[in-house]
């Protein structure tokens, strides 16, 4: 093949093009755009939106410090003091897990988190409810076994 002619779709090495000299080579592909047309390769990847999610990247977490609990016989309560709260208790979630619960209420800029995990023994989550007062959160966690619990948390391992 000269180097004047035009390659082939398939590809051809060129050893005399005169632009890269006589001792180079050069590959001619033309990225299958004719096979393409003909149907003889796989068309581009379609991509397609699965899912949205919003979030709110703007909002702070702030710690809820103060909280008090008691012990009971088959359940342990922490109770969490807060102004008004009554008022918008739709506000307020708890997620209980068998050692942790998380407490959230979510304010317009920012939502107050008490994050209680490595609860003192294990907790039946599917049982365990709080509730709203005017100026008050009570949170009631079910014992999975009747024992005491002198602390609400685990003791920290040295």
């Known amino acids: 093949m000269d ?4 390659p082939s779709p398939d ?7 005169k632009k890269f000299g006589a001792n180079s080579y050069h590959y001619w592909h033309n990225h299958g755009k004719d096979r393409a047309a003909s149907g003889d390769v796989a068309p581009p ?14 909002k702070r977490v702030e710690n809820i410090a103060k909280y008090a ?5 088959k359940k342990v309560q922490v109770y969490v ?12 979630k708890v997620n209980f897990e068998k050692q942790q619960f998380d407490l959230r209420i979510e304010e317009e800029n920012v939502d107050y988190r008490l994050f209680v995990p490595n609860l003192r023994n294990e907790i039946i989550p599917e049982q365990s409810t709080f509730k709203v ?16 619990w002198y602390e609400l948390k685990k003791p920290a391992s040295p």
């Open 69 to 73: 609990f008691s012990d009971g016989k």
């Open 45 to 58: 990847p379609k991509h397609e939106l699965v899912a949205t999610e919003t979030r709110m990247v703007d």
């Open 11 to 17: 590809g051809d090495v060129l050893n005399k093009d």
């Open 81 to 92: 003091d807060w102004p008004g709260v009554g008022a918008n208790a739709h506000k307020v």
């Open 133 to 148: 007062k005017e100026n008050q959160i009570v949170i009631n966690c079910q014992k999975l076994e009747e024992i005491s």
């Open 3 to 6: 180097c004047d002619e035009s």
